[in-house]
């Protein structure tokens, strides 16, 4: 095979576990029907680029996370807001942008559908595979949470961001329904509420 067709396959096959998984759960589906849907021609095709399902489902989530790292770094670098409270809905709406301006296209909302699906199955160790992402953003924007909410103990704050990254993938979720609805409102409107929801969560008194 070669080396532009191995390509070729390999990002078909990204696409099609993306696609399906956002549409149908990561109970629905199986490897046989990624390669259908792939149209790869050998059936170990999962196998010969990923090596498993698991390496292939962990490649489509680090694949696209790595493009909105790179615009959360330059927003977080943006973040001029002094006041703690302020300053912590600044840098939430910073983090959580790029992920809801996605999806007001088309591939923007399967990622998100993606995530909803991946971030829920125990089987995966997404901090970690943040971190091997090369996601330095996210350690300064967990730094900058904490500085931001010296009253609350670590032990509660780290806990409430993990879960705060899943519910932002809710609200990107709902937000990319109502895009597809016509019923969305104005993507900065939409950000800056999702962001002060969170915002409220993460500095609820202890």
Do not use: W
């Not at 489509?60 to 807001?81: D, H, P, Q, S």
């Not at 591939?107 to 089987?123: E, I």
């Not at 909410?149 to 705060?164: T, V």
């Amino acid at each position: 095979m070669e080396a532009s067709s191995r390509q070729d396959t390999k990002a078909e096959l990204l696409r099609s576990a993306e696609r399906l998984i956002a549409e149908k759960g990561l109970g629905g589906v199986s490897v046989k029907m990624i390669t259908t849907d792939a149209g790869a021609r050998n059936p170990s095709a999962v196998h010969y680029h990923f090596g498993n399902i698991e390496n292939l489902i962990e490649e489509v989530f680090a694949k696209r996370y790595r493009e909105i790292e790179a615009e959360r770094a330059v927003r977080l670098e943006r973040v001029t807001e002094s006041d703690p409270r302020a300053r912590l809905v600044a840098l939430v709406e910073a983090a959580i942008g790029p992920f809801l301006e996605a999806c007001l296209e088309d591939n923007g909302r399967v990622y998100a559908r993606f995530c909803l699906q991946f971030l829920s199955d125990p089987r995966f160790d997404y901090p970690k595979l943040i971190m091997d992402a090369g996601a330095q953003s996210f350690v300064r924007l967990s730094e900058e949470i904490i500085a931001c909410l010296p009253h609350i103990p670590l032990a509660r704050l780290e806990p409430r961001m993990r879960q705060s990254f899943l519910i932002a993938m809710v609200q990107a979720t709902s937000f990319a329904r109502e895009v597809e609805a016509g019923t969305a409102p104005p993507v900065a409107a939409a950000v800056r509420e999702a962001a002060t929801c969170l915002a409220a969560y993460l500095s609820a008194p202890v």
